[in-house]
T-cell receptor, first 112, second 112 residues
Framework: NAGVTQTPKFRVLKTGQSMTLLCAQDMNHEYMYWYRQDPGMGLRLIHYSVGEGTTAKGEVPDGYNVSRLKKQNFLLGLESAAPSQTSVYFC???????????FGSGTRLTVV | EDKVVQSPLSLVVHEGDTVTLNCSYEVTNFRSLLWYKQEKKAPTFLFMLTSSGIEKKSGRLSSILDKKELFSILNITATQTGDSAIYLCAVEGKGGSEKLVFGKGMKLTVNP
């Protein structure tokens, strides 16, 4: 039972490059989320989705785009990476009415 | 804007000590408060609290919520080195998406 899988686990980008982070869950969860975690800042919500084909902005959406074309996948895109986007990115999923998220193991992204 | 404040932000104790972690919050239409433990990678769910005064307990960990004063505490008794982690508090407002607002986290170090 894989749960929530994030790929890649590590990545180094140059400023201005683009990339896509993939989150896949095999639990048939309806809701999915992308958070970033920076030292001393806790987890901050970037974008989220309440179902296939729907997305919404969170607290810190600028510089990111997302898509949820299939229920099990939630993609986070960086069109033109900036050093300020250096962070650890966590994907999570949940079922309406069930406490707690299931988190992926994270992607450590460094933008140089 | 929903807000979660944790205190202290870091704590160093010796094995066997008891620790109390504090979490205060401001949230529109409160639904629940959650505690997570984060070791090296993804946060893992500890407790969800929705009602005032009802203690949730799991082994040496316990937590309680005060909805009137808008805070929660997480107690850890007889601490062990394995309790060393970042402890995250999060709140959920009513809105249908179950998105969480996290505090900055509290880093607990338990020394032998």
């Amino acid at each position: 039972n894989a749960g929530v899988t994030q790929t890649p686990k590590f990545r180094v980008l140059k400023t201005g490059q683009s990339m896509t982070l993939l989150c896949a869950q095999d639990m048939n969860h309806e809701y999915m989320y992308w958070y970033r975690q920076d030292p001393g800042m806790g987890l901050r919500l970037i974008h989220y989705s309440v179902g296939e084909g729907t997305t919404a902005k969170g607290e810190v959406p600028d510089g990111y785009n997302v898509s949820r074309l299939k229920k099990q996948n939630f993609l986070l895109g960086l069109e033109s990476a900036a050093p300020s986007q250096t962070s650890v990115y966590f994907c999570a999923s949940s079922v309406p009415g069930t406490p707690g998220y299931t988190f992926g193991s994270g992607t450590r992204l460094t933008v140089v | 804007e929903d807000k979660v404040v944790q205190s202290p932000l870091s704590l160093v104790v010796h094995e066997g000590d008891t620790v109390t972690l504090n979490c205060s919050y401001e949230v529109t239409n409160f639904r629940s408060l959650l505690w997570y433990k984060q070791e090296k990678k993804a946060p893992t769910f500890l407790f969800m609290l929705t009602s005032s005064g009802i203690e949730k307990k799991s082994g040496r960990l316990s937590s309680i919520l005060d909805k009137k004063e808008l805070f929660s505490i997480l107690n850890i008794t007889a601490t062990q080195t394995g309790d060393s982690a970042i402890y995250l508090c999060a709140v959920e407002g009513k809105g249908g998406s179950e998105k969480l607002v996290f505090g900055k986290g509290m880093k607990l170090t338990v020394n032998p």
